[in-house]
């Protein structure tokens, strides 16, 4: 099972790697801040001709475990202080399918105050045009 995982990743990113448009995957991201909340929208669309797997690790899509986010202080990162993770190689349950030509995951964050930051998904948002 572990080789079988292990070859499955292999190949997803021999595919990434040798697709002839570049990157198969866009990631749109766009932050708007309202009096004290700021909510981020992370959108990733499948930009090729078949569907894929995205790993959700180190994105957005994992939640708050991951560390896709940084934030500083006058230009000095504030230091991390929260989970560190040693994680084993990933489960079939830790991919998510991106179909081809569909907007196929959408994940917002919202502050809304120092200590507090709430996730929202939703899938299947809507067809590339």
């Known amino acids: 099972m572990k080789t079988l995982l292990s070859l ?22 766009a932050c708007n801040k ?19 797997y995205l790993l959700k690790r180190g994105t957005p899509l994992e939640g708050l475990i991951s560390r896709f986010i940084t934030v500083s202080v006058a230009g000095s990162p504030i230091e991390y202080d929260g989970p560190f993770v040693h994680r084993l190689p990933p489960t079939k349950d ?33 067809s590339i045009k």
């Open 8 to 29: 499955f990743c292999l190949v997803t990113y021999l595919t990434c790697a040798l697709s002839a448009n570049g990157w198969p995957v866009s990631l749109d991201m």
């Open 94 to 126: 830790e991919f998510v399918l991106l179909k081809a030509a569909v907007l196929a995951l959408s994940v917002v964050l919202q502050q809304t105050t120092k200590e507090h930051l709430m996730l929202t998904k939703s899938s299947a948002v809507g």
């Open 34 to 52: 309202a009096l004290s909340a700021v909510a981020c929208t992370f959108e990733f669309t499948n930009d090729a001709n078949e569907n894929l």
